[in-house]
C-alpha cells in the first residue's frame, strides 16, 4: 500500500476546502490579519465547544504553557510537579522561567501522571501540578485536584493531546479536558485532532482574574495599549490560522467520533495477540485518540516490529523514545533516588500506529494484516 501517512492533513483538508478558502479570503478581503472579530468569533466559539470557560488565544501550545506559569504568583526556584513521560514543553518552559521541574512517574495502562508517590515530592517549593492528558484521554483528575487541593498547589492543565476528552468526576459532573485545573492549555499543531495551518495554542481558565492576566501577558504585559502592567511576551494566534480554526472546530466531534471507529477497530483486531498490550481506556474519561498506542514487549521485538512495518508501507511513531528525567538538558533536575521505572519502561515499550481521520477499513485491514504477519515471522 503506498504512500500510507501517520496524519494525512491533505485529505482532511480536501473535505472542508471550499469553507476553508472561504474563511482564509474573508481575512485576507477584510485585511485584518492580527486580532479582530475573526479572531473573537473563534475564542467565543472554542469557548462554547469546552463548556463556556474563558479562551485566550496564542502563537503555539508551548507559549500557552509558559504564559499560564507566567500569570501564577510564583518565585525563581518554584517547583513545579509534571510526568517524565511526556513531551519535552512540558518540562522546557518551567527551565526557562528559572522554575524547578520535578519529575513524577506515569501509570503503564493510562501513559499518565501517576500519583502513587507524589506525596514524596513534595516540599515547601512546590506550587504546581501539570498533569498532561497524553494520547487523548484525561489523567485521574479527581486524585489530582484532591491533592493540590491539599498541598495548595495550582493546577494546570496540558491538554494538547486530548482537546475534546471528557472527564466524569464521582458525584457525576462532566468537565472537559482543560477545564477542570486553574489554567489549561493546548496545541493547534497541524497534527493535532484540531489543528492549524501553522502553529497556534490557546489557554483556557474560568478564573476572571487569572483570564486577565494571561490575556495582558500574551500581549506585551499591556491591558490597554502602550500601558504595560506585567512583564509580557509577544504570543498571537494570527486572524488568518483562527478563522481556519474556526471553520474545523466545526468538525471536531465528527473527527473524534472517526478516530474512536479506527481505534475500535485496531481493538477488534488486535486483540490477544502475544507480546502487544492494547491502550487501556480511563474508566473516568473519554479518549479522542490523539494517538493510537500500543505496549510491545520483549527485546528488541518493538525495533523489529517498526522496521518490518516501514519495510511494508506502514508508517510508526515512538511517542516517546527517552523519558524526560534521561534527557542530559534535564538530566540535573533528577533526584535519583525518585524511581520512575515506568516512565523508562514505557519509553522501550509504546508504538504509535497511523491515527486519523482518514483511515478506511481497507487501509485498517492491511495495517492489521502486517502486524499480524510479522509476528507470525517472530514465531
Known amino acids: 500500500m503506498n504512500n500510507m501517512k501517520m496524519v494525512d492533513l ?12 472561504e474563511a482564509i479570503s474573508s481575512v485576507i478581503d477584510k485585511g485584518n490579519f492580527i486580532g479582530g472579530n475573526t479572531l473573537k468569533k473563534f475564542e467565543k466559539n472554542l469557548s462554547k465547544f469546552m463548556g463556556g470557560c474563558h479562551v485566550v488565544s496564542c502563537a503555539n501550545g508551548t507559549d500557552a504553557l509558559q504564559i499560564a506559569l507566567m500569570a501564577l504568583d510564583l518565585e525563581q526556584g518554584d517547583e513545579i510537579l509534571l510526568p517524565s513521560f511526556t513531551y519535552v514543553a512540558t518540562a522546557e518552559v518551567v527551565a526557562v522561567l528559572g522554575f524547578t521541574p520535578v519529575m513524577m512517574d506515569v501509570c503503564e495502562n493510562t501513559f499518565n501522571m501517576s500519583m ?23 489523567a485521574d483528575m479527581e486524585s489530582i485536584l484532591a491533592f493540590a487541593n491539599k498541598h495548595n498547589l495550582y493546577v494546570v492543565e496540558d491538554c494538547a493531546q486530548a ?5 466524569t468526576f464521582s458525584d457525576g459532573i462532566e468537565k472537559m479536558a ?18 492549524c495551518f501553522g ?6 481558565t474560568s478564573n ?15 491591558k490597554t495599549k502602550y500601558e504595560h502592567l506585567v512583564v509580557g511576551v509577544n504570543s498571537r494566534l494570527d486572524t488568518i490560522q483562527a478563522a481556519i480554526l474556526d471553520v474545523k472546530l ?18 477488534e483486531n488486535l486483540h490477544g495477540i502475544d507480546k502487544i498490550i492494547l491502550p487501556s481506556l480511563n474508566e473516568k474519561s473519554t479518549h479522542v485518540y490523539h494517538q493510537y498506542t500500543l505496549r510491545i514487549l520483549g527485546k528488541g521485538t518493538r525495533e523489529k516490529m517498526k522496521s518490518f512495518l516501514n519495510e511494508n508501507g506502514v508508517p510508526s511513531m515512538i511517542y516517546y523514545p527517552i523519558p524526560l528525567h534521561k534527557q542530559e538538558a534535564y538530566m540535573e533536575y533528577w533526584n535519583e533516588k525518585t524511581q520512575l521505572s515506568s516512565s523508562e519502561l514505557l519509553a522501550n515499550q509504546v508504538l504509535s500506529l497511523p491515527m486519523h481521520t482518514e483511515l478506511n477499513e481497507e487501509t485498517l485491514e492491511y495495517i492489521v494484516r502486517t502486524i499480524k504477519l510479522f509476528f507470525e515471522h517472530e514465531h
Do not use: W
Open 10 to 21: 491533505i485529505g482532511q483538508t480536501a473535505e472542508i476546502r471550499k469553507e476553508i478558502d
Open 116 to 138: 502513587k508517590s507524589a506525596s514524596s515530592l513534595i516540599t515547601e517549593k512546590s506550587k504546581v501540578i501539570v498533569p498532561v492528558h497524553l494520547y487523548g484521554q484525561c
Open 163 to 167: 482537546i475534546g476528552a471528557v472527564y
Open 178 to 195: 482543560g477545564t477542570m485545573g486553574d489554567i489549561g492549555t493546548t496545541s493547534f499543531f497541524p497534527s493535532k485532532n484540531l489543528g
Open 199 to 204: 502553529d497556534g495554542g490557546a489557554m483556557f
Open 208 to 222: 476572571n482574574d487569572l483570564v486577565e492576566r494571561l490575556r495582558m501577558i500574551a500581549n506585551h504585559g499591556q
Open 250 to 267: 466545526r468538525y471536531l466531534n465528527s473527527y473524534i467520533s472517526k478516530r474512536r471507529i479506527a481505534a475500535d477497530y485496531y481493538n
